[in-house]
């Protein structure tokens, strides 16, 4: 693999260290190699200590020595390969082409790797567990914090949320849970927080003014800065007093994350779990469709996997394939989208067992604050 580890979740997972720049990560015969610049060497010698790192400068003094014009990674990987008798590589799928490109014409021959290079990440140890708990409690102190400016806020002229005498918005909420959780050392990006119409459309971050007496979504997905594990969670709120119509969608995802829990447990096929929530949302008149040019309804996954991606295997949704196995931790978050009422959508994150899932989420679920 040829990435930086900050953004490419399979060398984190196989250095178990942060570098910033790109860098080569190689198994040869069972064993781990780095190469590295002279900047960070030293660094994963003592943080990857299961990793023998090789100087990248030291190959490249030896390839100028040589008479060679180039000493970026290929030549530089052509040296360390050919000096142990090695013609080929398995790489990942998104393995840069154009140094692909090079080792093919250096006559190293490329394979990619078909499904998931690392196949053992969507197990998770007891290790990767706590990781992920981790995170999942700096993302809980970002809900908390989110809860408490919603409380503290003042219901002003046409409903409009006012807080410390200014208008709420979608914009300083997400403020300030991202501030919460960077005090508590993590990263969020892309926080959720979605009021009204706004949350029917499952991915939109929100803007402009909060309101009382209509849902707002909160999906909050920080990674932690040490590990680089995530924590994903999502809880609906009224400021003031919900509407019948809105008490009712909120119950009824309720109930539907409460069968999807019930349907998580190692065996169960991924897109069972799926189907038992949409087939129970239909049973209660909730439809799924297109209307007035709009998806409503039920329209995304169940759930997915999480861990050092925010969305990996396994996915839980109606064209998802394979069953699920002791050990992945996967979300659990059904939510219902209708442009009358606005959006609701509920969040935990669950560990994959033989008895069924274990919620490591313990953030409460209240809908009227």
Known sequence: MVADSEH??????????FVSDPFIYLRLRGRNYVVLSDLEIDRLRKEAPHCHALSL???????????????GFAPVLQMILRGRKVRGVVVPHNFPLGLAEELRKLRIHVRPKSGHFFPERELKTPAEVKKISAALMMAEVGMAEAMQALRLAKIGRGSQLIYHGVPLTSEKLRAIIDTAI????????????????????PHE?????????????????????????????TRTVVRGRASDGVRRLYDTVFRGQQIGFKKVRAGTRTNDVHKAVLEFFEQQGYKTGKRNGRMEGFFHGTGHGLGL???EAPRMGATSTGKLKTGQVVTVEPGLYYPEL????LEDVALVTNNG????????KVLEI
Do not use: M
């Open 8 to 17: 490419d979740a399979n060398v984190l997972y196989a250095v178990g260290a």
């Open 182 to 201: 960077l005090q508590s050392s993590g990263l969020a990006a892309n926080t959720i927080v979605a009021g009204g119409k706004q949350g029917c459309d």
């Open 205 to 233: 971050r929100g803007y402009g003014p909060l309101r009382a007496n209509e849902p707002i979504i909160v999906d909050i997905f920080p990674r932690s800065q040490k590990t680089g594990y995530f924590g994903d969670i």
């Open 309 to 311: 991606e925010i969305h």
């Open 57 to 71: 400068s030291h190959y490249q003094q030896r390839l100028r020595k040589s008479g060679a014009r180039a000493t």
């Open 357 to 364: 899932a274990r919620n490591l989420t313990r953030f409460e």
């Open 342 to 345: 606005g959006g609701v959508r």
